[in-house]
């Protein structure tokens, strides 16, 4: 799993900074501090979110690990993730791949989540109608989107991948990933 968090996700400060950021970004100035960021996120991504630990991994995505784990009552859940800073301002991505012990189709995953509460599927890439953090901002649903066949699972291994957006403000980023991961399984 890959996360793309907004900048609210680092609070009032967090927004307020990038702001700033955007208005010298397009006035093509000086960018100075950029706190609470340790680099300038306007125009950027930050592959870091907390301070390192073990192993590489930031307290961020330790955490986003450990709290799926303890919330589907799965101490031994294989997870790895990699929390990225983005330059948006509401709603974090993510973007998820997911192993099943049963053959799970696509259709068949877009047909669940659907009748999943506090889910909307946005899944017409042909249509080019996936989810957007621009479009999930200020709602309480979890956008879900790009479910598809995880062309890297090995023959028999059930796998798919699929990119959610919600504002984690009005629900958290940890509990949407584990809601569906739950659901679908």
């Known amino acids: 799993m890959s996360t793309y968090q907004a900048a609210s996700g680092a609070g009032m400060?967090?927004?307020r900074e990038l702001e700033r950021e955007m208005g010298v970004v397009a006035q093509g100035g000086e960018m100075g501090p950029?706190?609470?960021?340790?680099?300038?996120?306007?125009?950027?991504?930050?592959?870091?979110?907390?301070?390192?630990?073990e192993e590489g991994y930031t307290?961020?995505?330790?955490?986003?690990?450990?709290?799926?784990?303890?919330?589907?009552?799965?101490p031994e859940l294989r997870v790895s993730c990699t929390c990225v800073r983005v330059p948006v301002m509401r709603s974090h991505s993510e973007s998820i791949t997911v192993e099943f012990e049963r053959p799970l189709s696509p259709e068949r995953a877009r047909e669940l989540l659907e009748a999943a509460p506090?889910?909307?599927?946005v899944d017409e890439p042909s249509e080019l109608r996936y989810p957007m953090p621009l479009q999930s901002s200020d709602q309480d649903?979890?956008?879900?989107?790009?479910?598809?066949?995880d062309l890297s699972a090995p023959?028999?291994?059930?796998?798919?991948?699929?990119?959610?957006?919600?504002?984690?403000?009005?629900?958290?980023?940890?509990?949407n990933a584990v809601q569906i991961a739950e659901f679908l399984l």
Request: glycine share 12%.
């Open 118 to 121: 506090g889910v909307l599927v």
């Open 34 to 53: 950029t706190d609470p960021f340790a680099y300038q996120l306007a125009a950027n991504l930050i592959p870091q979110i907390g301070g390192f630990k």
């Open 13 to 15: 400060p967090g927004l």
């Open 155 to 175: 023959d028999g291994v059930s796998s798919l991948c699929l990119w959610c957006c919600g504002d984690q403000i009005r629900k958290g980023a940890a509990t």
């Open 141 to 149: 649903l979890v956008w879900v989107g790009r479910i598809r066949r």
């Open 59 to 74: 307290s961020e995505e330790l955490k986003m690990q450990n709290e799926g784990r303890k919330i589907m009552h799965l």
